[in-house]
């Protein structure tokens, strides 16, 4: 069956650090792959998307490319901010599947200090 | 765009007891989705509707489950006879109709069973 995984975490870093946080996935065919936020207090949103091999996805300053060759889509940002913590989610889905069936990693929970 | 709503935010029950929570989805969405998120771990779909029709529930959701969307609306999803594992944070999104929009979701509601 379709499986997300996910770094764990928590994760913490000192303000304007680089980010990494990996996720892989297991899936027939090719499902679209997200990457959704959620802030404290608030709801999951979505962060960014790629729908197919090699794209990038792009948002608020994060990036993750469709990698099927390592079955991978890590999120990366260059420089982070207090304002980026939260619990990140990486997620498969899409037209192919179905968007009614994401599945979803653990969560990394992660903490920028000042 | 007032968001996906859900309440009550808070439910504690007795083991035993019926609940009923509800989802009022962002109006021009006839996509709703009913998850379950358990702590330390990402969301797992339960079931979905397009309008009033209910089109896939998990293996998830047993027979004490139900879910309704009756008019296509806002959605209700009750469980009976409560056991301590049905605790647990239920999360609603909502999306529309499109090859891979993205899911809006609510606040959730937490459920204790004591």
């Known amino acids: 069956g379709n499986s997300v995984t996910q770094m764990e975490g928590p994760v913490t870093l000192s303000e304007e650090a680089f980010l990494t946080i990996n996720c892989t996935y297991t899936?027939?065919?090719?499902?679209?792959l997200f990457w959704y936020v959620q802030y404290p207090g608030e709801g999951l949103q979505l962060l960014l998307k790629a729908t197919k091999a090699d794209d990038k996805g792009s948002n608020k300053g994060f990036e993750a490319t469709y990698r099927k060759e390592t079955t991978s889509f890590h999120l990366e940002k260059g420089s982070v901010q207090v304002s980026d913590s939260a619990v990140y989610f990486c997620a498969l889905g899409g037209s192919n599947f179905g968007n009614e069936k994401l599945t979803f990693g653990t969560g990394t929970r992660l903490t920028i200090i000042p | 765009d007032t968001g996906v709503s859900q309440n009550p935010r808070h439910k504690i029950t007795k083991r035993g007891q019926n609940v009923t929570f509800r989802c009022d989805p962002i109006s021009e969405h006839n996509r709703l989705y009913w998850y379950r998120q358990t702590l330390g771990q990402g969301p797992e779909f339960l079931t979905y509707f397009q309008n009033e029709a209910q089109l896939e529930k998990s293996r998830l959701l047993s027979d004490r489950f139900s879910a309704e969307r009756p008019k296509g609306s806002f959605s209700t999803l009750e469980i009976q006879r409560t056991e301590q594992g049905d605790s647990a944070m239920y999360l609603c999104?909502?999306?529309?109709?499109?090859?891979?929009?993205?899911?809006?979701f609510g606040n959730g509601t937490r459920l204790t069973v004591t």
């Open positions: 999104a909502s999306s529309p109709q499109g090859a891979d929009s993205p899911l809006h």
């Open positions: 899936a027939t065919g090719y499902p679209s």
